[in-house]
């Protein structure tokens, strides 16, 4: 075809006629005169079968120069097998989505579609399959481990590289576990994104294997009762605050959680009834603890003075929240007992041994630690399960641990009530 048929003069002396008309320059390159004086470049081609024509522009803003500088780009386009209307379209809406991310990120939002605008969609969609707490842990570690390398990068652009590339201070540091739950969530994110048509293909999961196995570390736990017994001497010479040394007496006692421990509720506990009805986030369910009579009393002496505020062991600072959750660990190490001998956690199982070994029913133990199932019905109905001989288990632990603190040759016997 024939190109650069004509002079600039042409097209500035072209004049309107009574109906559009078009003057060829060649190459495809087309100048369109309309009725009305305008002057429009176009550009008309075949593809598929199919003619077309994209506008260029209008002459002379568009010189004509300029317009076969176009001309030729699109011809070359079309050369390649490309459409030079889709590309034109590409590019648009890649320039609209480039000022509407501008926008989004002026505004405090991610960039769309990208890994940390899929994972808010994500988060929001599990929201009611959680509780708040949990929800706000996942979302806070994706935030602060994954979103610097992985955020603001279109989710179907990443590889399994970047993945490994996000997980790899975790592994140099031996944080395994974490590296293993963030990678589980990475992988989690990813399944969503397939569902929904952001990607095709999860780019974590050859990365599985590439994280070390984590070896099982078991808290440390006193389990001999001749040391149960000086260790819960050494509880009661504790000479901290009252708040703290309420918490630590009453610990062993109970052996729930740490956590829910510092953060008891006086709501939740019925002094009358000789029960703690504390929500369980880790297991997802209400769970029932009696309260033996030396539990009663600890509770009965702080009363008067926190009992006017929401949690029973209140922050030492007075800012509204309960107890520091090192306190009880502090509190061990200052009475010489460091984490590789005694921790928080280790009253859970210091009580699950010794009562197992006084012949206790291992479900009744199991469900005072609150060991309970995720499935609504299954922990609604676990919540009251064994109560009547957890009631006698909790108050039979209690004075056991009273007369090891007191010095009695205690032996351990196998229950039969």
Do not use: C
Not at 149 to 154: D, M, T
């Amino acid at each position: 075809m024939a190109k650069s048929l004509n002079k600039d003069i042409i097209y500035k002396s072209v004049k309107p006629k009574e109906k559009d008309y078009f003057i060829n320059d060649g190459g495809g390159l087309f100048m369109w005169v309309k009725k009305n004086g305008s002057k429009l470049w176009q550009f008309v081609y075949t593809i598929e079968g199919k003619r077309k024509r994209l506008a260029l522009g209008a002459y002379p803003g568009v010189t004509l120069e300029l317009a076969r500088r176009k001309a030729e780009d699109l011809s070359q386009h079309l050369a390649s097998g490309t459409d030079p209307a889709d590309t034109r379209k590409q590019n648009r809406q890649a320039r609209n989505l480039a000022r509407l991310n501008e926008e989004r990120i002026k505004e405090g939002l991610p960039i769309l579609d990208s890994f940390a605008d899929v994972t808010r969609q994500w988060l929001d969609s599990i929201a009611h399959l959680t509780t708040a707490m949990t929800h706000k842990k996942k979302a806070s570690r994706i935030e602060r481990l994954a979103f610097p390398a992985l955020g603001n990068k279109p989710i179907k652009e990443i590889k399994s590289a970047d993945v490994l590339a996000t997980l790899k201070p975790l592994i140099s540091k031996q944080q395994l576990e974490t590296a293993h739950r963030l990678h589980s969530e990475i992988s989690t994110i990813f399944a969503y994104a397939i569902v929904h048509g952001f990607t095709d293909y999860d780019p974590a999961q050859p990365v599985a294997k590439q994280i070390p196995a984590q070896k099982v570390k078991h808290r440390a736990a006193i389990i001999d009762p001749k040391l149960v017994a000086q260790l819960l001497r050494d509880i009661s010479n504790y000479q901290g605050t009252f708040v703290v040394q309420s918490a630590f007496r009453l610990s062993p006692l109970l052996f729930q959680r740490p956590g829910e421990i510092r953060q008891m509720l006086w709501v939740d506990v019925d002094l009358a009834a000789r029960e703690w009805r504390p929500y369980i986030s880790k297991t997802d369910f209400y769970h029932i603890v009696p309260l033996s009579t030396q539990a009663v009393a600890i509770l009965e002496a702080i009363q008067p003075l926190t009992g006017g505020g929401k949690y029973v062991f209140p922050s030492s600072r007075g800012d509204g929240r309960p107890m520091s959750d090192n306190t009880i660990r502090t509190a061990l190490k200052s009475l010489g007992y460091d984490s590789d001998v005694m921790t928080a956690h280790g009253f859970r199982t210091t009580a699950s041994t010794l009562l197992n070994e006084q012949g206790w029913s291992p479900d009744a133990i199991e469900r005072q630690l609150a060991h309970a199932p995720r499935d609504q019905v299954r922990a609604a109905y676990n919540r009251a399960q064994y109560l009547e001989e957890r009631r006698k288990m909790m108050q039979s632990w209690a004075d056991y641990l009273d007369a090891l603190k007191q010095g009695a040759e205690v032996i351990s016997f196998r229950q039969t009530a």
